[in-house]
């Protein structure tokens, strides 16, 4: 029975995690949907949100890709990243968080051979069997032309695409 119930598992699992798996990189197609989206906030100052399904990092990279396209079909050289929110929170970590409950209970019970009481206390951790969970990026981002600043959030539009492009 064990050597029968732990392939299904494991093909049960894989299964799921291709049906929850990130969609192929490209424009969000309806609302709530995987894909990028942008919104131009001044003439060199965008707004570039990638949703998705899955862990943080590939979606938040393909925010970034889709700001280093931004940025070169609009002329410009460069990009920085003036903001950033993971999940709609300002640099949040975004992903998997820990589940924990604990709970305490009391009963009294009387039967045939006496009464007596008891107490307990129990701890427990949750485990989500969902799947993956939808997750979004969202930057803004400045872009210029010329030198790129000597700034951590400041990234070479051209460079950022020749890196991640064939990743995703």
Known sequence: MIRLTLPLIAAAGLALSACASL???GPQTGPGGQGYAEQRIESNRFRVTY???GAPGPVADMA?????????????DWFEV????????????GGMRPSVGVSYGSGRS??????????????????????????STTLEVVMGN???????????????QDSLRPRL
């Open 64 to 76: 970034l890709l889709r700001a280093a396209e931004l940025t070169t079909a609009q002329g410009y």
């Open 23 to 25: 969609a192929p990189y």
């Open 51 to 53: 949703s998705g399904v």
């Open 82 to 93: 003036t903001q950033r929110w993971i999940d709609g929170r300002p640099d949040s970590a």
């Open 110 to 135: 009387s039967g045939r051979y006496g009464s007596y009481s008891s107490s307990g206390v129990g701890v427990g951790v949750g485990l989500n069997f969902s799947g993956p969970s939808p997750t």
């Open 146 to 160: 010329g030198a790129k600043p000597d700034r951590p959030n400041a990234y070479d539009a051209r460079g950022v």
